[in-house]
């Protein structure tokens, strides 16, 4: 399944400078998630919005994966970047 990121709240910065922060922060999500990006994106908002005891264990263990795998992804993106106290990368399924 495809799925598009956006760089939001990073006010000022050029689009081709946005551009390659989204790139470098897809590129990273592809690299640990592979084909499983939505998936594990979808397993951690059902996680959060479920009790433990909703959930099985792969659906944690894969909610956990999307959670490491964002915050590796978010590092990458603001790399060369600076950080913005608001800013933070979206990712919507197509």
């Known amino acids: 399944m495809s799925y598009t990121v956006n760089l939001i ?13 989204e790139s470098r922060f ?3 999500l592809d690299k640990l998630l592979g084909d499983g990006v939505t998936q ?3 397993a951690f908002e059902n996680a959060s919005e479920s009790s433990a ?3 099985t264990r792969d659906d944690i263990a894969l909610a956990a994966s999307w959670a490491k795998a964002y ?3 978010k590092t990458a993106g603001f790399r060369a970047l600076g950080e913005a106290d608001e800013a933070y990368f979206e990712v919507r399924p197509d």
């Open 9 to 21: 709240d990073f006010p000022g910065a050029p689009a081709e400078v946005i551009s390659a922060a």
């Open 53 to 55: 005891d909703e959930l």
């Open 71 to 73: 915050e590796s992804a």
């Open 26 to 28: 897809r590129r990273e």
């Open 40 to 42: 594990a994106l979808k």
